[in-house]
């Protein structure tokens, strides 16, 4: 079988509130239904990897972004950031999602750059991804439901530190 990368279309635009400020937003539809692997129900009857096979069973996912940029001073720039997201995984396939378990659905994000020369800066961001859990029916492959219940859940945090140099 195959695992192509799902195609996307996104449209941002960038206001400039102050000469020090510039506000984002960001629009994201992410088409994991097309891409069979990832877009198939997992129940389906057959082989992993065959023509028509199961998948992860994820559904299209749309995103909406907002960020600020804020120039301090000219050596200090101050971000911030929220995203959500929908969720792909529905009821009926987190067992097979126990594998990828996607199902943060808000994302805040921070950061600072500080320029320490012409060519040089230090960046420092991270971001924080809130629990949020998925429950459906555990289900075995080629035997179905079990009676009992999965829940997935999952929160993220992420750290940078980073030092440029721009030759």
Same mark, same amino acid.
Do not use: C
């Given at each position: 079988? =195959? %695992? ?15 000469? *020090?400020? /510039? #506000?984002? +937003? ?28 199961? =998948? %992860? ?15 301090? *001073?000219? /050596? #200090?720039? +101050? ?89």
């Amino acid at each position: 079988g =195959g %695992f192509d990368i799902p195609a996307e279309v996104s449209v941002g635009g960038a206001w400039d509130a102050t000469p *020090a400020v /510039t #506000l984002m +937003l960001d629009y994201k539809h992410i088409f994991y239904s097309d891409v069979n692997s990832v877009g198939d129900s997992s129940s389906i009857p057959k082989p992993f990897g065959s023509n028509g096979g199961p =998948g %992860f069973g994820w559904h299209d996912v749309d995103v909406i972004a907002l960020g600020a940029n804020w120039k301090v *001073a000219p /050596t #200090l720039t +101050l971000r911030a950031g929220y995203a959500h997201n929908t969720n792909p995984i529905g009821a009926s396939d987190v067992t097979l999602n126990i594998l990828a378990p996607g199902v943060v659905t808000d994302h805040v994000t921070g950061g600072v750059s500080v320029r320490v020369s012409g060519n040089s800066s230090f960046d420092f961001s991270g971001s924080y991804m809130p629990t949020h859990s998925v429950s459906g029916p555990e289900v075995i492959p080629g035997f179905g439901p079990t009676g009992r219940t999965i829940t997935l859940s999952m929160h993220q945090y992420d750290i940078t530190v980073e030092w440029r140099y721009k030759l």
